[in-house]
Nanobody, 127 residues
Framework: QVQLVESGGGLVQAGGSLRLSCAAS????????VAWFRQAPGKEREFVAA????????KYIDSVEDRFTISRDNAKNTVYLQMNSLKPEDTAVYYC????????????????????WGQGTQVTVSS
């Protein structure tokens, strides 16, 4: 398993941007699919975006499809989530998760398959 640390969260006005980072340690990162999930107060955790181990495929939930971009730099052991045109409904704690799998991103939307999780980073979007 890998160890994950998120950063980049904060307070931003609606319409603004943030870039989240997920820094990984561990030898299996380059063969791991990675996803971002989020959890808002009083709501269940939901899938946001995923990227496969070599960045060939990605997947997003519909509500962020045209606003968020997931990417990775395996040389830096880091996955990013660029979030543009942020809305108040994007407010949540964002978590990154990794699984040692070469599966396409299309199947990396189920939280139960991920064995490594970060501690989360808060994103707050004010109206």
């Amino acid at each position: 398993q890998v160890q994950l640390v998120e950063s980049g969260g904060g307070l931003v006005q609606a319409g603004g941007s943030l870039r989240l980072s997920c820094a990984a340690s561990g030898r299996t990162f380059s063969t791991s699919g990675v996803a971002w999930f989020r959890q808002a107060p009083g709501k269940e955790r939901e899938f946001v975006a995923a990227i496969d181990y070599n960045a060939r495929t990605t997947k997003y939930i519909d509500s962020v499809e045209d606003r968020f971009t997931i990417s990775r730099d395996n040389a830096k052991n880091t996955v990013y989530l660029q979030m543009n045109s942020l809305k108040p409904e994007d407010t949540a704690v964002y978590y990154c998760a990794a699984v040692n799998s070469r599966a396409y991103a299309v199947v990396l939307d189920n939280a139960s398959i991920f064995g490594s999780w970060g501690q989360g980073t808060q994103v707050t979007v004010s109206s």
